[in-house]
């Protein structure tokens, strides 16, 4: 019973990161049918950014802040300096560019990080064990479920409540109404692309304490993330935290229980997913 | 049998009733022609007959087969032909090509090993069309290079290609100059008698000089359906389309 | 399909480029090279020509799919490290004629090419990149992981070429198994141009072009682009065996993103749904990377630079630079 339940708030902890990563690329996606292939790779360096920060500073907080925020005017510099020319049409071309940009990021960091994993001790207030029940639990990973669950709450807060949250959905539904009754979509495309850029980087440094940074860690996150993105469908904030659960749920169960099967285990929920539903549980923007 | 039949055909989509119990029966051989002021359905019930919408309730007919629940692709097969309001072309490939593509699909589409253009019955069906239409003199250009009304006549030649049962047109003289309407009505009406023809309209003029019968929708439901001569003396037509200029000059 | 960029749509449809005046005596030059050239270089450099026209072939399936089908795919290269593994484990393991082996192996790539199409055909577009991309990665997760069938991280190595009692050269030889490979690249090649010239082709590039249209004339075009998948996966299977015998092992870094990357660089930079583009391609992409390979480990990031640079410049590959330059298009 303890097996189960520890394996299941693993899978919350890393449902939480997956949403946080993943809602950004659901939006995007979503809203600028933009498929960014370098997105894992802002989590990758947001991990870095914040070890480097916090070895010269000691602050995880700073180490935090730093993480986004760079990641954050990564994507900002990525979109207009390179993403803003295609339209809505060159979905491959966009995607080849950032693919090339996921090998350069890749690359470059193992250049300067070296192929170590690199890990990021969490503050002394997060750390040690937090009784649960009966359960003994890593506060760092309870830490990570309840910001998670926050972080969750607020993006859904924000996008169905404020103003400029509905433009957003405005424009998942239909971007040229959207334009035509006078929304300024390409600075909404901007904000949207560096905000979630700065969840990627985010979760990049909230997942270093619990997973690591090393290299690889961005293509094997790239993954999960877009399995989220296809069972939840694209443009929806439900969407992708109902699909981390699933796939965060799917995945750690069966590396805890079946692992020869590990890597297959997500394809079950996305086959089953796209064979019901083509455009994910609560794809919108099509 | 007729040609192409509904019985209650309905489609709802969330709080709007957008086609209501249509029933239609119409012969072989018939031009039938379905007007109607904006809103009044048109769209949704060719999208209902040429595969594009399921309904919400109602059975379609080709000849003796339903095919309520056959996907688009399968009634073509079937020989429901439709030409789209705006031309949809292969426009990289060549005007003899195009027609192949639609000349093709009832031969051996899935042959791997001759060129496509080596099956002799096939190319002769295309040069026939190409002839009938007029555009066998440009016949290697690109489709992108055709004039806006060519562009619309091999819209409809990429139909006939394919020698249909019932022919659906939508809109077929829309966008249209005067002398290409001309052009397209005169060729359409050559069809008359050897092809059923559905065709919708905005343009009554056009429908009435091209249809044998005509049925007349309004807010989802068929209002009145006869011959032309019929349907063109009632008061009610003119109080639906005058309804519909009344409502434009005060919006 | 939706997000090939309009310059790669401005190709002439189905045509072998020998139909074009300057295609033909470049061609017969190019052939003359490839037969004359083995017998004045080192084995070494034979075995880098090898190599090419094996990811030329990779690239031609590749080029159905992405060129002809308008589905861009990322997964490649996982058909060929199905047939590549497929033949190691037969041949190492069981007591298999070669010719049987071979032909399973092939197979298998396109039973693997099914499957693929079944579960990334339920989408189009940008979805359908990842989901090639996810089928890829399992894939190789496959053969990373399931050590007691693929050796995992270690691969499968002494893999022998197979003896070919009719002829009287051994195929251990770089040249002769060369060749051989020359051969098979031709007949592919040329089964290629047939292909896509045929009633089958010109449908594939119909729904290309538009999809709707194809279905409201009556294609079941979800079969069509099926069917590709399976051809382009018997293609990788070709291209994985003849990999297997070149370099006499395989490895699980064979079903990695990046060459299936490579085989998709190298279909763009030769130019999309032409027939020789990809051998173009390869003819670039392949020694590029031995050389980056041989002076620095820095291929990936190589690689990325030009994909960005290739994107941003030159979005009709080779071919459209050189066809822009002559004028435009051209008309049959």
Same mark, same amino acid.
């Given at each position: 019973?303890?097996?189960?339940?520890?394996?299941?708030?693993?899978?919350?902890?890393?449902?939480?990161?997956?949403?946080?990563?993943?809602?950004?690329?659901?939006?995007?996606?979503?809203?600028?049918?933009?498929?960014?292939?370098?997105?894992?790779?802002?989590?990758?360096?947001?991990?870095?950014?914040?070890?480097?920060?916090?070895?010269?500073?000691?602050?995880?907080?700073?180490?935090?802040?730093?993480?986004?925020?760079?990641?954050?005017?990564?994507?900002?510099?990525?979109?207009?300096?390179?993403?803003?020319?295609?339209?809505?049409?060159?979905?491959?071309?966009?995607?080849?560019?950032?693919?090339?940009?996921?090998?350069?990021?890749?690359?470059?960091?193992?250049?300067?990080?070296?192929?170590?994993?690199?890990?990021?001790?969490?503050?002394?207030?997060?750390?040690?064990?937090?009784?649960? %029940?009966?359960?003994?639990?890593?506060?760092?990973?309870?830490?990570?479920?309840?910001?998670?669950?926050?972080?969750?709450?607020?993006?859904?807060?924000?996008?169905?409540?404020?103003?400029?949250?509905?433009?957003?959905?405005?424009?998942?539904?239909?971007?040229?109404?959207?334009?035509?009754?006078?929304?300024?979509?390409?600075?909404?495309?901007?904000?949207?692309?560096?905000?979630?850029?700065?969840?990627?980087?985010?979760?990049?440094?909230?997942?270093?304490?619990?997973? %690591?940074?090393?290299?690889?860690?961005?293509?094997?996150?790239?993954?999960?993330?877009?399995?989220?993105?296809?069972?939840?469908?694209?443009?929806?904030?439900?969407?992708?935290?109902?699909?981390?659960?699933?796939?965060?749920?799917?995945?750690?169960?069966?590396?805890?229980?079946?692992?020869?099967?590990?890597?297959?285990?997500?394809?079950?929920?996305?086959?089953?997913?796209?064979?019901?539903?083509?455009?994910?549980?609560?794809?919108?923007?099509? | 049998?007729?040609?192409?039949?509904?019985?209650?055909?309905?489609?709802?989509?969330?709080?709007?009733?957008?086609?209501?119990?249509?029933?239609?029966?119409?012969?072989?051989?018939?031009?039938?022609?379905?007007?109607?002021?904006?809103?009044?359905?048109?769209?949704?019930?060719?999208?209902?007959?040429?595969?594009?919408?399921?309904?919400?309730?109602?059975?379609?007919?080709?000849?003796?087969?339903?095919?309520?629940?056959?996907?688009?692709?399968?009634?073509?097969?079937?020989?429901?032909?439709?030409?789209?309001?705006?031309?949809?072309?292969?426009?990289?490939?060549?005007?003899?090509?195009?027609?192949?593509?639609?000349?093709?699909?009832?031969?051996?589409?899935?042959?791997?090993?001759?060129?496509?253009?080596?099956?002799?019955?096939?190319?002769?069906?295309?040069?026939?069309?190409?002839?009938?239409?007029?555009?066998?003199?440009?016949?290697?250009?690109?489709?992108?290079?055709?004039?806006?009304?060519?562009?619309?006549?091999?819209?409809?030649?990429?139909?006939?290609?394919?020698?249909?049962?019932?022919?659906?047109?939508?809109?077929?003289?829309?966008?249209?100059?005067?002398?290409?309407?001309?052009?397209?009505?005169?060729?359409?009406?050559?069809?008359?008698?050897?092809?059923?023809?559905?065709?919708?309209?905005?343009?009554?003029?056009?429908?009435?000089?091209?249809?044998?019968?005509?049925?007349?929708?309004?807010?989802?439901?068929?209002?009145?359906?006869?011959?032309?001569?019929?349907?063109?003396?009632?008061?009610?037509?003119?109080?639906?389309?005058?309804?519909?200029?009344?409502?434009?000059?005060?919006? | 399909?939706?997000?090939?960029?309009?310059?790669?749509?401005?190709?002439?449809?189905?045509?072998?480029?020998?139909?074009?005046?300057?295609?033909?005596?470049?061609?017969?030059?190019?052939?003359?090279?490839?037969?004359?050239?083995?017998?004045?270089?080192?084995?070494?450099?034979?075995?880098?020509?090898?190599?090419?026209?094996?990811?030329?072939?990779?690239?031609?399936?590749?080029?159905?799919?992405?060129?002809?089908?308008?589905?861009?795919?990322?997964?490649?290269?996982?058909?060929?490290?199905?047939?590549?593994?497929?033949?190691?484990?037969?041949?190492?393991?069981?007591?298999?004629?070669?010719?049987?082996?071979?032909?399973?192996?092939?197979?298998?790539?396109?039973?693997?090419?099914?499957?693929?199409?079944?579960?990334?055909?339920?989408?189009?577009?940008?979805?359908?990149?990842?989901?090639?991309?996810?089928?890829?990665?399992?894939?190789?997760?496959?053969?990373?992981?399931?050590?007691?069938?693929?050796?995992?991280?270690?691969?499968?190595?002494?893999?022998?070429?197979?003896?070919?009692?009719?002829?009287?050269?051994?195929?251990?030889?770089?040249?002769?198994?060369?060749?051989?490979?020359?051969?098979?690249?031709?007949?592919?090649?040329?089964?290629?141009?047939?292909?896509?010239?045929?009633?089958?082709?010109?449908?594939?590039?119909?729904?290309?072009?538009?999809?709707?249209?194809?279905?409201?004339?009556?294609?079941?075009?979800?079969?069509?682009?099926?069917?590709?998948?399976?051809?382009?996966?018997?293609?990788?299977?070709?291209?994985?065996?003849?990999?297997?015998?070149?370099?006499?092992?395989?490895?699980?870094?064979?079903?990695?993103?990046?060459?299936?990357?490579?085989?998709?660089?190298?279909?763009?930079?030769?130019?999309?749904?032409?027939?020789?583009?990809?051998?173009?391609?390869?003819?670039?992409?392949?020694?590029?990377?031995?050389?980056?390979?041989?002076?620095?480990?820095?291929?990936?990031?190589?690689?990325?630079?030009?994909?960005?640079?290739?994107?941003?410049?030159?979005?009709?590959?080779?071919?459209?630079?050189?066809?822009?330059?002559?004028?435009?298009?051209?008309?049959?």
């Amino acid at each position: 019973m303890n097996t189960v339940a520890l394996a299941g708030m693993d899978a919350l902890s890393l449902a939480m990161l997956l949403f946080l990563l993943s809602a950004g690329l659901s939006i995007t996606f979503g809203l600028m049918r933009i498929i960014n292939m370098a997105h894992t790779s802002f989590y990758l360096l947001g991990g870095y950014v914040a070890i480097a920060v916090w070895t010269q500073t000691r602050s995880f907080g700073l180490a935090v802040i730093a993480a986004a925020v760079s990641m954050g005017v990564a994507g900002l510099l990525l979109y207009s300096g390179f993403l803003r020319r295609f339209s809505k049409e060159d979905e491959l071309p966009q995607v080849l560019l950032t693919f090339g940009v996921l090998l350069i990021v890749a690359d470059l960091a193992l250049i300067v990080w070296g192929g170590d994993v690199k890990r990021l001790p969490p503050p002394a207030f997060l750390g040690g064990a937090v009784e649960l %029940g009966p359960l003994t639990y890593p506060r760092y990973r309870f830490f990570l479920i309840v910001t998670g669950l926050v972080m969750a709450v607020l993006l859904w807060l924000f996008v169905s409540r404020t103003r400029l949250g509905s433009l957003v959905r405005a424009g998942v539904d239909d971007v040229e109404t959207a334009q035509s009754i006078g929304i300024n979509m390409p600075l909404v495309f901007l904000l949207v692309f560096g905000f979630g850029s700065l969840l990627a980087g985010l979760a990049g440094v909230l997942g270093a304490p619990y997973l %690591g940074v090393y290299p690889g860690l961005d293509f094997e996150t790239m993954l999960l993330a877009f399995a989220v993105i296809i069972v939840g469908g694209a443009g929806s904030i439900e969407g992708a935290f109902i699909a981390a659960l699933l796939v965060a749920l799917v995945d750690t169960f069966t590396k805890t229980y079946v692992p020869a099967l590990g890597y297959f285990s997500i394809y079950a929920p996305m086959a089953i997913i796209l064979a019901l539903r083509p455009n994910g549980l609560l794809g919108r923007g099509t | 049998m007729k040609a192409l039949a509904t019985e209650g055909l309905t489609k709802r989509f969330a709080g709007l009733t957008a086609v209501r119990g249509v029933d239609l029966a119409i012969e072989d051989g018939e031009c039938r022609a379905i007007i109607g002021p904006n809103g009044a359905g048109k769209t949704t019930l060719f999208h209902l007959l040429s595969g594009v919408e399921r309904p919400t309730a109602g059975r379609i007919f080709l000849g003796d087969e339903e095919i309520t629940r056959e996907p688009a692709y399968a009634r073509a097969r079937k020989g429901l032909g439709r030409t789209f309001q705006i031309s949809s072309l292969f426009g990289k490939l060549t005007v003899e090509e195009n027609v192949l593509l639609a000349a093709q699909v009832q031969g051996a589409p899935f042959a791997m090993h001759r060129a496509a253009m080596a099956y002799a019955p096939v190319m002769a069906r295309v040069e026939r069309v190409l002839e009938e239409g007029g555009l066998a003199h440009k016949r290697r250009v690109p489709v992108r290079f055709l004039s806006h009304g060519e562009q619309r006549q091999l819209e409809l030649l990429l139909a006939l290609a394919t020698e249909p049962r019932v022919l659906l047109l939508d809109e077929p003289t829309a966008g249209l100059s005067e002398a290409e309407r001309k052009s397209m009505t005169a060729h359409l009406a050559r069809l008359r008698g050897s092809t059923t023809i559905v065709l919708v309209s905005h343009d009554i003029d056009v429908a009435f000089a091209l249809a044998d019968r005509v049925s007349v929708l309004h807010l989802g439901e068929v209002l009145l359906e006869g011959t032309v001569d019929v349907v063109r003396q009632d008061p009610r037509i003119t109080d639906i389309y005058l309804g519909e200029e009344v409502e434009a000059q005060h919006a | 399909m939706k997000g090939l960029p309009q310059v790669w749509l401005d190709y002439p449809r189905a045509g072998l480029m020998l139909r074009r005046t300057w295609a033909l005596p470049v061609g017969l030059l190019a052939l003359a090279v490839a037969i004359v050239l083995p017998f004045f270089v080192q084995p070494f450099f034979v075995d880098i020509m090898t190599r090419v026209l094996v990811f030329a072939i990779l690239a031609v399936g590749l080029n159905l799919l992405v060129g002809y089908a308008g589905l861009p795919s990322l997964g490649q290269a996982a058909f060929l490290a199905m047939g590549a593994y497929t033949l190691a484990i037969l041949v190492k393991r069981t007591g298999l004629p070669a010719l049987v082996a071979v032909l399973a192996a092939i197979v298998a790539a396109g039973l693997l090419g099914a499957l693929f199409g079944l579960i990334a055909l339920r989408a189009r577009g940008a979805t359908f990149l990842l989901i090639t991309l996810a089928l890829a990665q399992s894939a190789w997760a496959v053969a990373f992981t399931w050590r007691a069938m693929t050796g995992g991280d270690d691969g499968i190595g002494g893999i022998s070429r197979p003896t070919l009692a009719f002829l009287p050269w051994s195929m251990e030889q770089a040249r002769p198994y060369y060749f051989l490979v020359l051969i098979v690249f031709l007949v592919l090649l040329w089964g290629f141009s047939v292909l896509v010239r045929s009633p089958f082709g010109l449908a594939l590039q119909g729904i290309r072009d538009n999809e709707l249209r194809m279905r409201s004339l009556g294609y079941n075009t979800w079969l069509y682009q099926f069917v590709a998948f399976i051809i382009a996966a018997l293609f990788g299977g070709v291209a994985g065996v003849l990999r297997a015998y070149l370099t006499e092992a395989v490895t699980p870094g064979w079903a990695e993103v990046t060459p299936s990357a490579e085989a998709l660089l190298m279909v763009i930079i030769g130019g999309p749904g032409t027939v020789v583009g990809p051998l173009i391609g390869a003819l670039i992409v392949v020694p590029a990377g031995q050389i980056a390979n041989f002076f620095t480990n820095r291929w990936q990031l190589v690689l990325g630079v030009v994909y960005v640079l290739v994107v941003l410049f030159a979005p009709g590959g080779i071919i459209g630079l050189l066809r822009r330059g002559r004028g435009g298009e051209e008309l049959a």
